[in-house]
């Protein structure tokens, strides 16, 4: 439906970014949403349409386009970057589910906002109940509910043939609200996790983490703000962090060890902190009053992937008794199943970084596996704090169905 030039400039915005996700420059699942939401911001703008079904078929054609261009292996979506670092090369690897969980909320989004053009001066449907509404607003009461003013609003007519491009002509306006609400909703996810942070932490605790993930490290900077406590964190080795790596003129970004980085960063802020290896997470254990992980994502069955050793920390948690909660952005909600394995993701690391390639005679006899990601089944898990509020791992499939639509689980 879109004229040539359109059409070709579309192109080269989402060829663009496929490129910079298959080459690994956009790091980070939160900048992946960013950037993903930045080429359908643009897309929307260029393109038309005159009915709503054709402006979805867009979009969903571009979320395919960004989500096959991360390589695929034994049926599992990974990005694997090859480097060379040191005397060897490694292999990290890492999908960004991120990118697919966006153009699920945009075209989730696009949906509400065409239902609610078109509802015209019919009455408003009766409000429906939502968990994350009633974990930040409390119970609704029925005297708040305002009806809005349809006197404004102007008709939508889709597949005009006397004006084609008045359909997009009178929904892209509120569409790029939409877009924009999304876009502050991934700006300001840190500060809305750590706001009450000070109500998971209290003095005098001591508190496990692992790895480098910066939801939990701003969250445990925002705590220290109110409370004195300690923090106890493993360096998940062989883990890979991206910090300043020039390869070929493009920055990269790599550290072997993610729990150094986050011990460095927390000592500085001023929180008592205590580096030690992966190994000693059941021996300190018993000492510990709370354990705080970060996520890669968040399946529907309430599990999650996280870092490496998580799956660890979480069976030692359980040993003690100890609470486990995640903090996580709920852009990371994926509306996906472990299904290929009960433990870990399909997503490894370099095994020579846990077994150099130095022991020659040894490397012979066995088969060394370094997951990336450890998949932690949702009954080790206590909570999952969102920005929008604090939630069971038995309640995140409805979060799941009030985020996205059913027919986008498959783009």
């Known amino acids: ?33 960013l950037e993903t939401l930045l080429v359908l911001r643009q897309v929307v703008s260029r393109a038309r349409f005159s009915n709503v079904d054709q402006l979805v078929d867009v979009i969903r054609s571009v979320g395919r386009r960004l989500v096959d261009a991360q390589p695929k292996g034994r049926a599992h979506s990974f990005l694997y970057e090859y480097a060379d670092f040191n005397h060897g090369s490694f292999i990290t690897g890492t999908s960004e589910h991120s990118v697919g969980n966006t153009v699920r909320k945009v075209l989730h989004h696009i ?55 008045s359909f997009a002509r009178t929904l892209k306006p509120v569409l790029m609200e939409a877009i924009q609400d999304v876009f502050d909703e991934l700006e300001t996810v840190y500060d809305n996790i750590s706001k009450n942070a000070k109500d998971h932490i209290h003095s005098d605790e001591i508190i496990l983490t692992l790895g480098k993930s910066k939801t939990v490290e701003s969250f445990l900077k925002a705590a220290a703000h109110h409370r004195n406590y300690t923090v106890i964190v493993a360096e998940t080795a062989p883990s890979f962090v991206f910090s300043s790596f020039h390869d070929h003129g493009l920055t990269r970004h790599f550290t072997r060890y993610g729990g150094r980085e986050m011990a460095k960063s927390l000592s500085s802020a001023g929180i008592s ?24 994502a968040i399946l529907a069955n309430g599990g999650m992937f996280a870092t490496s050793g998580a799956l660890l920390a979480a069976t030692a948690a359980r040993a003690y008794s100890t609470p486990v909660v995640v903090c996580a952005g709920q852009f990371k909600l994926t509306p996906l199943w472990n299904l290929y394995h009960e ?7 370099d095994p020579s970084s846990v077994l150099g390639f130095e022991e020659g005679d040894l490397v012979d006899k066995v088969d060394v596996v ?42």
């Open 111 to 165: 949906r509400e906002e065409y239902h609610t053009a078109t509802e015209g001066s019919t009455p408003a449907p009766a409000p429906t109940f939502s968990i994350a509404k009633f974990v930040s607003q409390g119970q609704p009461r029925k005297q708040q509910t305002v009806q809005k003013n349809d006197a404004a609003k102007v008709p939508l007519k889709e597949n005009d043939p006397d004006d084609p491009d």
């Open 370 to 411: 370094n997951p990336y990601y450890d998949y932690v089944q949702p009954e080790l898990l206590d909570a999952f704090i969102t920005n929008y509020g604090d939630h069971p791992p038995s309640s995140i499939y409805r979060l799941l169905k009030e985020t996205y639509d059913d027919e986008d689980n498959e783009l």
């Open 1 to 33: 439906m879109a004229s040539d030039p359109q059409m070709l400039a579309n192109q080269r915005i989402v060829e663009d970014l496929a490129s910079r996700l298959r080459r690994r420059q956009v790091v980070g699942s939160r900048q992946a949403a």
């Open 273 to 296: 902190t205590f580096l030690v290896p992966d190994s000693s997470i059941y021996a300190l254990m018993s000492r510990v009053n709370k354990v705080i992980l970060g996520a890669h």
């Open 343 to 349: 433990y870990g993701a399909l997503d490894f690391g």
